[in-house]
């Protein structure tokens, strides 16, 4: 069996969508399935082309049994509506050329953003082949979400668009119960939509002793560290985190934020402001790091803006730290905090409620009964979302479609 993975992010990014992507494939190609992934140059989240790569016309390797295509797109940072439009159809478009020339048994389109669904069902209609839209995001509500654009006529015409590929997808793989909610009340018929959540690599991802070389090196000894790593967006609130952080008074708490996006120079530049010394801010570090770092956070914190757009998400930071045994702490409400408070793995604050996210704060310091009690609840969420039993979860939808398919035509 073959398969044709369309997706704006893949490895050596290190976002959310990448580490699925590529998880995922690692996996089905352990299974003799032969997987080719149509991506870009990695540029996410700075806009700029990683160090040994460049933005070609056309490029092509295999690696770990995948087959990665490399096209060239408008590259720019994540930041910005229309110039990331323009990036994101140039990608569309490029891939599907690409994809003209590859055979495959079943095509999947992953977002955000929504444009590479279009590649998607472009190349059915001319392969004749069924098409998978893996909804990862909400797009384009969450641009409204986040401030990027107000509602308008372009917003409209993008959500219009959404839904006709909504209808014209074989299946949907939503990662979180509540998007498969939200498509149902769209009209969306819910026999093919099929849940398919995040989650986390046990093998890369497990409880190991502090770094106490890492501690040192960033002066943390001593301290009470809540760590954040991820995307600096628009959608992640730092600079609330930040500001709240100044109104601590407990100079043995400490945030460690690594990463880098859109709002790194902002959030940065607040800091600086603020003239704060309890914050330290790292680049964006590759992968097989993170696990490090981790090991010397007492506690990951996953911030997003309060919105109702974002009681549908399901951070992928949650199952990384609860695989760490890490107690999260969490400002995002609805499916998130559903989560975290079934497997009892972390405390919840009111997004961008100051008093609530500090009350969080001391309380884990205080607590060590808590503190022992989170980390089981982690180890708990880990193991019910671990990352090998959700790829074969998928492939065995995949493959099912392959067969529905094969079978109608033959009958024909």
Same mark, same amino acid.
């Given at each position: 069996?073959?398969?044709?993975?369309?997706?704006?992010?893949?490895?050596?990014?290190?976002?959310?969508?990448?580490?699925?992507? $590529?998880?995922? !494939? #690692? *996996?089905?190609?352990?299974?003799?399935?032969? @997987?080719?992934?149509?991506? !870009?140059?990695?540029?996410?989240?700075?806009?700029?082309?990683?160090?040994?790569?460049?933005?070609?016309?056309?490029?092509?390797?295999?690696?770990?049994?995948?087959?990665?295509?490399?096209?060239?797109?408008?590259?720019?940072?994540?930041?910005?509506?229309?110039?990331?439009?323009?990036?994101?159809?140039?990608?569309?478009?490029?891939?599907?050329?690409?994809?003209?020339?590859?055979?495959?048994?079943?095509?999947?389109?992953?977002?955000?953003?929504?444009?590479?669904?279009?590649?998607?069902?472009?190349?059915?209609?001319?392969?004749? =082949?069924?098409?998978?839209?893996?909804?990862?995001?909400?797009?384009?509500?969450?641009?409204?979400? @986040?401030?990027?654009? *107000?509602?308008?006529?372009?917003?409209?015409?993008?959500?219009?668009?959404?839904?006709?590929?909504?209808? =014209?997808?074989?299946?949907?793989?939503?990662?979180?119960?509540?998007?498969?909610?939200?498509?149902?009340?769209?009209?969306?018929?819910?026999?093919?939509?099929? @849940?398919?959540?995040?989650?986390?690599?046990?093998?890369?991802?497990?409880?190991?002793?502090?770094?106490?070389?890492?501690?040192?090196?960033?002066?943390?000894?001593?301290?009470?560290?809540?760590? $954040?790593?991820?995307?600096?967006?628009?959608?992640?609130?730092?600079?609330?985190?930040?500001?709240?952080?100044?109104?601590?008074?407990?100079?043995?708490?400490?945030? #460690?934020?690594?990463?880098?996006?859109?709002? =790194?120079?902002?959030?940065?530049?607040?800091?600086?402001?603020?003239?704060?010394?309890?914050?330290?801010?790292?680049?964006?570090?590759?992968?097989?790091?993170?696990?490090?770092?981790?090991?010397?956070?007492?506690?990951?914190?996953?911030?997003?803006?309060?919105?109702?757009?974002?009681?549908?998400?399901?951070?992928?930071?949650?199952?990384?730290?609860?695989?760490?045994?890490?107690?999260?702490?969490?400002?995002?409400?609805?499916?998130?905090?559903?989560?975290?408070?079934?497997?009892?793995?972390?405390?919840?604050?009111?997004?961008?409620?100051?008093?609530?996210?500090?009350?969080?704060?001391?309380?884990?310091?205080?607590? *060590?009964?808590?503190?022992?009690? #989170?980390?089981?609840?982690?180890?708990?969420?880990?193991?019910?979302?671990?990352?090998?039993?959700?790829?074969?979860?998928?492939?065995?939808?995949?493959?099912?479609?392959?067969?529905?398919? !094969?079978?109608?035509?033959?009958? =024909?």
């Amino acid at each position: 069996m073959k398969i044709l993975f369309v997706t704006d992010n893949f490895p050596p990014e290190v976002n959310a969508p990448a580490s699925r992507t $590529y998880e995922h !494939c #690692l *996996e089905w190609v352990a299974q003799g399935i032969e @997987v080719t992934v149509i991506t !870009c140059a990695p540029n996410f989240p700075r806009g700029k082309v990683y160090e040994g790569y460049r933005n070609r016309f056309y490029s092509s390797e295999v690696k770990d049994g995948i087959k990665i295509i490399r096209v060239w797109s408008y590259i720019v940072a994540n930041a910005g509506f229309l110039k990331r439009i323009l990036d994101y159809v140039s990608f569309a478009f490029m891939a599907f050329w690409a994809g003209l020339f590859q055979k495959t048994d079943v095509i999947i389109a992953t977002s955000p953003q929504f444009f590479t669904t279009f590649t998607g069902f472009f190349l059915s209609i001319l392969k004749r =082949k069924p098409w998978i839209f893996e909804l990862r995001d909400l797009w384009p509500e969450s641009i409204v979400t @986040v401030g990027a654009m *107000e509602k308008g006529f372009a917003i409209s015409t993008l959500e219009k668009l959404e839904q006709s590929m909504y209808r =014209k997808a074989d299946l949907i793989i939503p990662v979180t119960d509540a998007f498969k909610k939200r498509l149902i009340e769209y009209g969306q018929d819910e026999s093919k939509i099929h @849940v398919i959540p995040n989650g986390v690599n046990s093998k890369q991802f497990y409880p190991i002793p502090k770094d106490f070389e890492l501690f040192e090196k960033h002066k943390l000894t001593g301290k009470t560290v809540i760590g $954040y790593v991820g995307t600096h967006g628009m959608a992640h609130s730092l600079d609330f985190v930040v500001r709240t952080a100044s109104k601590i008074d407990d100079t043995d708490i400490h945030f #460690l934020f690594i990463g880098d996006g859109a709002q =790194k120079n902002t959030v940065v530049a607040l800091a600086a402001e603020l003239a704060i010394t309890n914050v330290t801010f790292l680049d964006s570090i590759p992968k097989a790091s993170v696990q490090r770092y981790l090991s010397i956070m007492d506690a990951v914190l996953v911030p997003l803006r309060k919105s109702d757009t974002f009681k549908t998400v399901i951070p992928s930071k949650i199952f990384e730290a609860a695989a760490m045994q890490k107690p999260i702490v969490l400002g995002v409400d609805g499916q998130a905090r559903e989560m975290v408070e079934t497997y009892n793995a972390g405390i919840y604050f009111e997004p961008e409620n100051e008093e609530s996210f500090i009350k969080a704060i001391y309380r884990l310091q205080s607590d *060590e009964q808590l503190d022992e009690q #989170l980390r089981k609840g982690g180890q708990n969420l880990a193991k019910a979302f671990d990352r090998k039993a959700l790829a074969n979860r998928m492939i065995e939808i995949v493959v099912n479609l392959h067969v529905t398919k !094969c079978v109608a035509q033959n009958k =024909k």
